[in-house]
C-alpha cells in the first residue's frame, strides 16, 4: 500500500503510473452526475438517502435489481438475500477473510489459499491474528510471442485441503497481472473447492458483470459455493466506497452481521447512484461501449510504447487480458526492480515494484523481484513517457550504469 502516498522530488515533472486509481471517463461521469441531479431533485429520494440509515445488509430495492440482473448473466436463480453490500470491496475482504480463515475454537488452523501468485496486495496484513492467513501457490510461467507470458494456475502446486483452508480466493481479471484465468482452469478450482466443501472468493473488481474490463473470452461464474466480490470503483466510484457480495445466504448474513457490528449499515449512495443506471440497461451499455473500449485504446498504445522502447533488452509483458495494467518482467535485471522503482521514483516514475504482490509464498522466488505494476489508466501521452522514460532508466541499470 505504500504506493498510495509515495512522493516524488519537488518542482519534478510526474508520471503517475502507480495506485489502483480508475480513469475518470468523460461519458461515464456524464451518466451517473445525470444519476445524481436526478437524485437530488426528487425531495424524497434525496431526503431518505442523506437521512435514513439503510438496512444492514444493504440497499433493499438495489439488491433485488442487481439479483434479476445477475440471474439472467449466471443462468441461476439469485434473490436479493444472497447480495450484501459493504463500503467497498475491500472491506468484504477484511470481513471473508478474518471469518473463513485463523484460529478457530476448535483448535484448527485454516488460511485463505490463492491459487496463483502473483495476485491483488490489497489482500495482505488483513488477518487479525499475529500470523499471515494466507498461502499462495506460485503461478507457471508460459513464454509466449511478442515478448509476452502468461500465468496459469500451476495444478501440481495447488491444492484444496478441507482441514486447512478456510477459502480459496482469486481474482479475475487479476491484479497486478491482468491475468484472466481460463474457464477451464475456474472450473477445474471451483470443482476442487466444490469437493473439499471449501468456499470459492472470486475477486470480480475488473470484472463481470461491471465494469467488464475482460479483454478475452471468458464465462461469468457463479454457484452456491462461490462468494463473488463486486465493486463499484473501478466503473469510476473508487470516491463512493461501494462493495457488493453475492453468495449464499450464510455468508451474506455474516456480511450483515459484520456491517451492523461495525458500522451500523453500508452508505446508501453507491446503490442510489447506480439503479437507475441498471433499470434503464444503461450500465451495460457504457460497460460495453465506453468502458472496455477506453481501457483497450490506453492499453494499446502502453503496450506499444513499451515494446518499441524495450526491444533490445529481456523485457516481457503479461499478456493484458484484463483490467488496467501492464505487468511488465525486466528478467535478470541487477538489482531488481526494488532498485528500478526506487531510480523511477527519483526521476518522477511512480510504479509498483512486483515483490508485494507475490503473499503467501513459501519460498522466495526471484521472478518475484524482476516484475513491476505499471497502470495505464492514466493521461495517455503522460503514461507513455513515463513508460519510455522507465525503459531508459532500466536499460541504465542492465548496463550497470547508475
Ligand atoms: C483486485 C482488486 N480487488 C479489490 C480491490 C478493492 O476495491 P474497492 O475497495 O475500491 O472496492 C481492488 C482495488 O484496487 C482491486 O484491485
Not at 459455493?225 to 449464499?248: E, Q, Y
Amino acid at each position: 500500500m505504500e504506493d498510495l502516498s509515495i512522493t516524488t522530488p519537488p518542482g519534478q515533472a510526474t508520471f503517475p503510473l502507480g495506485g489502483g486509481n480508475p480513469a475518470h471517463i468523460r461519458e461515464v461521469q456524464d451518466a451517473l452526475r445525470e444519476s445524481a441531479q436526478a437524485l437530488t431533485d426528487s425531495r424524497s429520494r434525496f431526503a431518505s438517502m442523506i437521512g435514513d440509515y439503510d438496512a444492514p445488509q444493504g440497499h433493499e430495492k438495489f439488491r433485488c435489481v442487481l439479483a434479476a440482473e445477475l440471474s439472467t448473466l449466471f443462468g441461476r436463480p439469485i434473490g436479493a438475500e444472497n447480495i450484501a453490500i459493504t463500503n467497498g470491496s475491500q472491506a468484504s475482504f477484511e470481513i471473508l477473510f478474518n471469518s473463513l480463515a485463523g484460529h478457530f475454537d476448535d483448535g484448527s488452523w485454516r488460511e485463505i489459499a490463492l491459487p496463483i501468485a502473483p495476485e491483488y496486495v490489497g489482500y495482505n496484513d488483513m488477518s487479525r491474528q499475529s500470523r499471515s492467513i494466507l498461502r499462495a501457490s506460485p503461478a507457471q510461467i508460459d513464454l509466449l510471442a511478442d515478448q509476452q507470458f502468461k500465468y496459469r494456475i500451476d495444478t501440481s502446486a495447488f491444492s484444496v485441503n478441507s482441514a486447512s483452508t478456510g477459502a480459496v480466493c482469486l481474482s479475475r481479471p487479476t491484479n497486478p497481472s491482468g491475468n484472466v484465468i481460463s474457464d477451464e482452469e475456474l472450473a477445474r478450482v471451483a470443482g476442487q473447492c466444490r469437493d473439499a466443501g471449501v468456499p470459492l472468493i472470486i475477486d470480480s473488481a475488473y470484472g463481470l458483470p461491471f465494469p467488464g474490463m475482460i479483454y478475452t473470452e471468458a464465462t461469468p461464474f457463479w454457484d452456491e459455493n462461490t462468494i463473488l466480490c463486486l465493486s463499484l470503483s473501478k466503473l469510476g466510484l473508487p470516491g463512493v466506497r461501494t462493495g457488493i457480495v453475492v453468495a449464499d445466504t450464510a455468508v451474506t448474513q455474516l456480511i450483515r452481521n459484520a456491517n451492523a457490528i461495525n458500522g451500523l449499515a453500508p452508505a446508501r449512495t453507491g446503490p442510489e447512484l447506480l439503479l437507475p443506471l441498471i433499470e434503464r440497461r444503461q450500465l451495460s451499455d457504457l460497460c460495453e461501449r465506453v468502458i472496455k473500449p477506453h481501457y483497450l485504446a490506453k492499453q494499446q498504445r502502453a503496450i506499444d510504447t513499451m515494446l518499441t522502447a524495450a526491444h533490445d533488452l529481456p523485457v516481457r509483458i503479461h499478456k493484458p487480458d484484463g483490467a488496467m495494467f501492464l505487468w511488465t518482467w525486466f528478467e535478470d535485471l541487477p538489482g531488481g526492480t526494488d532498485e528500478l522503482y526506487r531510480r523511477g521514483v527519483a526521476e518522477g516514475i511512480i510504479t509498483v515494484p512486483g515483490r508485494h504482490f507475490f503473499q503467501g509464498l513459501e519460498s522466495s522466488w526471484q521472478h518475484a523481484r524482476e516484475c513491476l505494476r505499471i497502470n495505464y489508466a492514466g493521461e495517455p501521452d503522460v503514461v507513455c513517457e513515463g513508460i519510455e522514460r522507465l525503459v531508459n532508466i532500466a536499460r541504465r541499470q542492465y548496463r550497470g550504469a547508475s
